[in-house]
């Protein structure tokens, strides 16, 4: 098992400002699948940007230690690599700014899961058998104390722990591996203030 997966944390309201942002996050995204790559390559998998656009995000995303120079390369061909696996910040901060900024940033981030799962789907019946098998999603509601939530969210995180290194590692990928966007979702259902739940609470116990 490797050791803790390095990790970057924002807490400055501009470097927050400046990640959430759907082509940045993308990008970030790329560089940590696909390991170091150039503004004209990162557009040509992106599909979605022009050079000039991805080499501009890469530089803000600099500014801010989310992504380096990896040496080589010339101008626009230099290569870019992300500096962390993961990134993170305060869920709760008292600063006014920081958290109009994170909550700005946790906005962009869902807007980007549900993207990724609209655009899965809509080619979900081309995909081999085996795969619309396995993917899906699934809902289950729990009765929690916020100590047991941060618990079971350790031990989720914790099962993910064997498949990390595979993500810097390409021969450590098995045959037929592919990209999986794991998404780890824990929202409490009552505001504050709200009582709980009593009787068993309403839920659809989906999973496709």
């Known amino acids: 098992m490797s050791e803790q997966p390095p990790e970057i944390r924002l807490t400055d309201p501009r470097a927050l400002r400046a990640y959430a942002h759907p082509t940045r996050m993308a990008l970030v995204g790329l560089l940590r699948r696909e390991g170091p790559l150039t503004a004209t390559r990162a557009a040509e998998l992106l599909g979605t940007e022009s050079v000039a656009s991805c080499s501009f995000h890469l530089r803000q ?37 920081q958290a109009a900024a994170t909550e700005a940033l946790q906005r962009a981030v869902l807007d980007t899961y549900f993207a990724r799962a609209v655009e899965w789907l809509a080619h979900r019946a081309a995909d081999a058998p085996e795969w619309r098998e396995a993917a899906g999603y699934g809902d289950t509601v729990l009765h929690l104390t916020a100590a047991e939530l941060t618990e079971l969210d350790r031990q989720v995180a914790e099962l993910t722990r064997p498949y990390l290194d595979r993500a810097d590692d390409p021969a450590l990928r098995p045959d037929g591996s592919r990209p999986v966007l794991l998404v780890q979702l824990s929202v409490p259902m009552t505001r504050p203030g709200q009582p709980g739940q009593s009787e068993r609470p309403e839920q659809s116990g989906e999973r496709m």
Do not use: C, H, I
């Open 61 to 97: 995303l600099a500014k801010y230690g989310l992504v380096e120079e990896a040496g080589g390369g010339r101008g626009r061909e230099k290569p870019w690599r992300a500096t962390a696996v993961f990134t993170s910040w305060d869920a709760s901060p008292a600063d006014p700014e």
